[in-house]
T-cell receptor, first 115, second 117 residues
Framework: AQKITQTQPGMFVQEKEAVTLDCTYD???????LFWYKQPSSGEMIFLIY??????QNATEGRYSLNFQKARKSANLVISASQLGDSAMYFC????????????FGAGTRLFVKA | NAGVTQTPKFQVLKTGQSMTLQCAQD?????MYWYRQDPGMGLRLIYY???????DKGEVPNGYNVSRLNKREFSLRLESAAPSQTSVYFC????????????????FGSGTRLTVV
């Protein structure tokens, strides 16, 4: 069975510093996709970044990068130069194949950015 | 604005009542999904529809039914609401292939906060 684990319920980071949010996953499928989403206090879900299991390079999107270590089954999110607006809940997710079906989510990590 | 529209935004039901949550997307996406979000548990997939005319169970389908009315609309029905179904419900849609998923992931609606008393 597939599983996503986020072991950090809450994280603090100083404004302008980088922070890493951990995510490990478990699957027996050779083909899968990994996602990160942000949920601010307003409640909407915002897509941040995607990594396919066959991608050779780590995904990057602006200040977000995904540190993909396939052998370790980890897909950590790195946020560089944190901003106050980055304070939110962050969810790691995995789809069963790169087509995006049956995506499962981790429990989330709440990030607090301090001024 | 283009995106995923859910109605209603808030609802209070009595135990045993039924209701349908509506979802519509205008992005010409093939796939649509219903999730529920409970505190400390992330989002759990209730049902999904990979394409028009198909629906499949997710992680927590019991107590729910769905209808993919057409390519745009995907509704979720609670036939006999129970307090355990108190949750925030999200509808989402996505491109199935190509660069759509990679660039945009799932597009979520704003959610329906449902309370069953």
């Amino acid at each position: 069975a597939q599983k996503i684990t986020q072991t950090q319920p809450g994280m603090f980071v100083q404004e302008k510093e980088a922070v890493t949010l951990d995510c490990t996953y478990d699957t027996s499928d050779p083909s899968y996709g990994l996602f990160w989403y942000k949920q601010p206090s307003s409640g909407e879900m915002i897509f941040l970044i995607y990594q396919g299991s066959y991608d050779q390079q780590n995904a990057t999107e602006g200040r977000y990068s995904l540190n993909f270590q396939k052998a370790r089954k980890s897909a950590n999110l790195v946020i560089s130069a944190s901003q106050l607006g980055d304070s939110a809940m962050y969810f790691c997710a995995m789809s069963r194949n790169t087509g995006g079906f049956k995506t499962i989510f981790g429990a989330g990590t709440r990030l607090f950015v301090k001024a | 604005n283009a995106g995923v529209t859910q109605t209603p935004k808030f609802q209070v039901l009595k135990t045993g009542q039924s209701m349908t949550l509506q979802c519509a997307q205008d992005m010409n996406h093939n796939s649509m999904y219903w999730y529920r979000q409970d505190p400390g548990m992330g989002l759990r997939l209730i049902y999904y529809s990979a394409s028009e005319g198909t629906t499949d169970k997710g992680e927590v389908p019991n107590g729910y039914n769905v209808s993919r009315l057409n390519k745009r609309e995907f509704s979720l029905r609670l036939e006999s609401a129970a307090p355990s179904q108190t949750s925030v419900y999200f509808c989402a849609s996505s491109d199935r292939q190509g660069q759509g998923l990679r660039r945009y992931g799932y597009t979520f609606g704003s959610g329906t906060r449902l309370t069953v008393v």
